[in-house]
Structure formats: C-alpha cells, structure tokens
C-alpha cells in the first residue's frame, strides 16, 4: 500500500520551490525551443539584445560624454565624426540615444516591476477571496480604468512633480489594474479546476493553495503581459517625457530628446529622427516578444491574436 | 421600449457615479499629494503672506470636508471653479477646446474603423497569405510607433519637404489632416488587430460552412454573414481604447499646436493651474465614459442576441 506523503515543510518553502520550480518550467525546454521556431520572438529578442548590449557597453561604443555641449558644434548632420550627428547643445546623439537607452530600460523595467508587485495581489485577492473584497478592489480598478492609462499616469506626475522617480511610480501605478484584472481572471479559473478542489477538500489552508496550485499557474499570462507592458510603459515614460514633464535635461532620455529636439525640426530633423527611432524599436522589441512568448506559452491562442 | 429607457438611465447613472468618484479622487489628489498648490502658484519668492492671500483665494485655507462640499456642489452646477492662470472660469476655459478635442478624436475614430475594419477583415479572410503578413506587419508598425514621433516625421515629411499640408494650427480643412492621420494609426493597427481575429474565430463556426455550402459567394459570407457576426467584441474594442485615443490625443494636440483640451491640459500642468487640471481630468473622463456608453448601446443594434430590459 502506497504510504500518504505528507509534506511537513513550512509553506513558504514550498511556495519559493513551487514559484521557481515553475519558472524554471516555463523557461525549460520545450517553451524554449517553441520560442526559437517562433520568428516573432527571435526577431523581438534580437531587437532588444542588442538594444541592452549597446546601452550597458555604450562607453566602448562611442568616445562622448552623453552631457558634454560644444557649443561650437550645434545641430551638426550626420558625419564621421558624429555618426548621427549633434543636438542643439552640440552633444552627440549617438551617444546621448546609447545612454538614454539605459535610463528607457530601467525606467520600463521598474515601472513595470511596480505594476506587477501591486497589481497581482490584488488579483490573486480578488479572485480568491470574492465577495466584498472582490467588489471594492474591482471597483477602484474601474475608477483608476476611467482616468485612462496616460492621463492618470500625467495626472500623477504633475501632482508628484517631474522627475525619474515620480516617473516610475506614475506609470507603474497606471499599470495596476492591467495586471490585477488579468490575474483576477487567472485565479478565477484556477480555482474551480479540480485538483485544486481535491487540495481544499484535503483541509489545505487557503495560504497553501494559493501558494501551491493558483499562483504557479497564473505564472504564463502574467508573464506575457508584463512583457508587452514594458513596450506600452516605454511609450508612455517617452510620452511624458517628450511633454517636459519625465525625467528633466540634461540627463539623456529618449522622449524629452525628442520634445526638445522638435523646435529644431526645420535646421536638423536628425535631432527629432533619431530618439523617435529609438523609442519605436524598443517598443516594438517588446511587442513581438511579447507576442512570440503568448504564442509558446499558450500554443491555443496561437495566431488568434 | 421601457426595457431600453430603463436600461439607458440604468447606465446614465453609472456614469454619473463614475465621473463623481473620478471627481472626488482627483480632488483629493490634488490636496493630499505632497507640495502646496498656493505655495507653487505664489512662487518661490513670495513671502508667507502672500501665500496665505493666495490659499483663501483659491478656498484652501478651508477644512478639507468643506472644500469638498463646495467642489461637489460646483460641479452639479457645472461650475468647475476659477482658474489659477486667467482667472476666468474653468467651464469656459474648457468648453472654448471642447469643440477642437472633439472633432480631432471624433474624426480620428472614423478614420481608423473605415480604414482598420476592412484591412483586419482582409487579413483574416487569407490568414497565411501575403496580404495577411502586410497587415500583421502594419499592425505591428502602428502599435509599436509613438504617436509624438510619428507626428513629427510626418510634418518633415509632407510640411517641410512636400509643403503639402500645413504643421500646425487649426486654420483651414486641411489643418486636420495631419493630426487626425497621426492620432488614427495606433487605433486603426488595433482595430485591424482585434477584426482578424473576430473574423478567424467567426469563420470558423457551422454556419459560415453553411453559407459557403450553400453556394453563396465569398465575397457576400465574409462580408454579410462573417463581419456582422464578428462585430460584437470589435466595438467593445474601440470603445475601450478610446481611452488610449484621448492619451494620443494629448500629445498629438501638442505636436501639431492643435488648439484643444490635450494642450491646456499640458499648459495648465506647467503652469500649476490646478482648478482646469482637475476639471479637464473631470471633462476627458467624462467623454471617454460617455462613448462607452454609446458603445453598449450600439450592442443591441448590432447583436440581434442582445436585449435590454
């Protein structure tokens, strides 16, 4: 007779194990190898490795200092010199656009690490719990839906005041109810299938199964949709700083680049041309990773979307 | 037709609560964000009493509770208060762009169903094909594209280069042009998004085969009974990113020096003129719940399954 196992490890443990055991799952092999067949993901996962290699070697890329005005030099085309060309303050774009990538990733990253570390829970909350918890947690989405996504995160900045920081929170908190609707919908799901009804029924506290069975398994869409959030809060993080109202001069960004490079639009449109192509890159590197991992990890939606 | 009375005020109320809690949300935001509205509108160098002047001008130097009863009653008046900058009413201030915004969205919108509709029908109709990667390929372009640059690549395109259209103002027909192109592209890339795969998932059921069967032309199935049945879930879309649309709008509006809500928005965050912020974060809810709105009710033309009351 098969003797019952009973795991006696504290819950957290498990959970840890459980979390990276499931990561680890959906970056094992076969995810892996659908992603490697799927031209959407390479060519996305391309587009940004070289993006994130050229803004973390960028002092070996170019000789500039991104912040260095020659004031001699305003405005230049393209040359050898300046492969790109110079800004209005005679810094080169070349290496201004490989430095501000690395504030563009971090700014993505974090914001979108911000939305992922409220909007879950709330979720996970929200599906879980249902009832009252439910009704006013959705109800502040609805609320926070009803300003739409970019003038929330304006309103938040201007209120907080410019600044990276400010940034990073306006956009990450405007991605909130993406992530906790989406995982509300996970968890919803989850819990009615029936092997986490057999765990219930085994007297399993609520902590364990959600730990256990509901949260490894709302892993995958999480997962894509963070991933096509970085694109959308890149847009966004541009958006505010194309307005003046990101992070402030002279510190290299993509989008205040381009909303101070526009007045000289009619001498030098590189100074406009360039960032913009930046900005479009990156986002829609993310896009077609985003959609690429959509695809392996759900091979159903496959090119329904 | 009471069932669709009832169900219409139904939503006019939710929408009503909606924009009151957006209200008071903004209102609180404004008040117990970090930094001091009558500080900033005084400027660095004002003394204290100057300050002071400017906070019992502005109603600040009340108690919170009383601020937010007069706000509330302002505002069933459609009185948004005073603004910081011109001193002339908010309502005003707004109503003078409302117009602009309006039209530029408005005419966005159309442009982007008129142009996105047929091109997502188009690409599912020969999912694999060519024409189907085209589109798969301009979708990505006007997803992933910033509408600020895209602008901007546009006026040295046809501005400077062709000067065919001009680059800013809202002078003339043509003064449209270019920002309603601008605006439309991410909507249109989104709209031809969600058509294909509506229309993929539609082509797929029994009846389609029936019609085909049947004999009835391609041409009439896609068109007749596959787009009709796909448009359910196409319009829920466009409502919502409606939203995303009022953003663009924003930044568009600054881009090309069109004069609506987006720039005095942007001019009134500069300046600190925090009455007209609060009441345009108020007026563009108001418009994005309000499209919504005819969104759903549009459902029941368009789902004979669909029944209100």
């Known amino acids: 007779m098969a003797r019952l196992e009973v795991d006696a490890r504290p819950g957290w443990l498990t959970a840890l194990g459980r979390l990276g055991g499931a990561v680890a799952g959906l970056l094992g092999s076969e995810v ?8 959407s993901a390479v060519a996305g996962f391309v587009i940004l490795l070289v993006l994130v290699l050229s803004a973390i070697l960028a002092p070996l890329l170019t000789p500039y200092d991104p912040t260095q005005q020659q004031l001699a030099q305003v405005l230049q085309h393209p040359s050898l010199k300046h492969p790109l060309g110079t800004d209005q303050l005679g810094r080169d774009l070349l290496a201004r656009i490989l430095y501000g990538g690395r504030l563009t990733l971090f700014i993505g990253a974090i914001a979108v ?13 929200s599906g879980f719990y249902r009832g009252s918890v439910d009704m006013v947690i959705q109800r502040v989405m609805d609320l926070m839906l009803a300003f739409t996504s970019f003038l929330l995160a304006l309103t938040l900045v201007s209120l907080l005041g410019v600044g990276l920081t400010n940034v990073i929170v306006a956009v990450g ?19 009615e299938i029936s092997y986490v009804e057999a765990s219930r029924a085994l007297g399993a506290a609520d902590r364990r199964v959600l730990w256990r069975h509901v949260l490894p398994n709302a892993v995958a869409p999480v997962i894509v949709q963070a991933t096509l959030s970085m694109g ?30 526009r007045n000289y ?41 | 037709m009471s069932g669709f009375f009832g169900y219409l005020v139904q939503r006019l109320v939710g929408v009503v609560v909606t924009i009151l809690f957006v209200a008071i949300t903004i209102f609180l935001m404004v008040r117990i964000l970090p930094g001091d509205p009558a500080r900033v509108i005084a400027g660095v160098l004002a003394t204290d009493q100057e300050v002071a002047q400017i906070r019992s001008q502005l109603g600040l130097d009340k108690p919170l509770w009383t601020q937010a009863g007069i706000f509330l009653d302002d505002l069933a008046h459609g009185n948004l208060g005073i603004s910081a900058r011109t001193s002339s009413p908010v309502t005003s201030e707004i109503m003078a762009r409302l117009p602009y915004t309006a039209v530029l969205a408005v005419v966005s ?49 046809f501005s400077i280069k062709l000067r065919w259209l001009p680059a800013a103002g809202a002078a003339g027909p043509l003064a449209i042009v270019l920002p309603a192109f601008t605006l439309a592209a991410f909507s249109v890339a989104f709209i031809a998004r969600i058509t294909r795969s509506s229309m993929l998932e539609v082509l797929r059921q029994d009846y389609v085969r029936t019609a085909r069967a049947k004999g009835t032309r391609a041409r ?24 995303d649309l009022l953003g663009g709008a924003i930044l568009t509006e600054t881009v090309f020096g069109w004069p609506g809500m987006g720039r005095l928005l942007v001019n009134s965050i500069f300046s600190r003129d925090y ?35």
């Open chain 1, 173 to 191: 908190i405007a991605t909130i109810p993406r992530f906790a609707r989406l995982v509300r919908a996970s968890v919803l799901t989850i819990r």
């Open chain 1, 113 to 125: 690490a911000v939305g992922v570390a409220l909007g879950v829970p709330l979720g996970i909350v």
């Open chain 2, 109 to 157: 919108l159309v442009l982007a169903v008129i142009v996105g509709l047929p091109l997502g029908a188009l690409a599912a109709s020969r999912a694999g094909s060519l024409a189907d990667l085209a589109v798969s390929a301009l979708v990505l372009f006007g997803i992933s594209m910033p509408v600020y640059w895209l602008g901007l690549m546009l006026i040295i395109l």
């Open chain 1, 32 to 39: 892996v190898r659908r992603l490697r067949r799927n031209p």
């Open chain 1, 232 to 261: 959308a809060t890149i847009l966004t993080a541009a958006g505010l700083g194309f307005l003046g109202l990101g992070v402030q001069p002279p510190t290299p960004e993509w989008g205040a680049m381009l909303g101070q490079g």
């Open chain 2, 220 to 243: 009439t199935v896609l068109w007749r009974h596959a787009l009709r049945n796909a448009l359910p879930p196409i319009v829920t879309v466009i409502g919502l990113q409606f939203g």
């Open chain 2, 275 to 309: 009455p007209t912020v609060q009441g345009l974060v108020i007026v563009f809810a108001l418009m994005y719940a309000l499209v919504n709105l005819i969104v759903d009710l549009l459902y029941e033309r368009i789902d004979p399954r669909v029944r209100y009351g």
């Open chain 1, 265 to 305: 639009i009619f001498s030098n449109p590189s100074v406009t041309t360039f960032p913009g192509l930046a900005i479009f890159l990156a986002v829609m590197g993310f896009n077609l990773l985003g959609d690429g991992l959509r695809d392996a990890l759900d091979p159903q939606l496959r090119g329904t979307r």
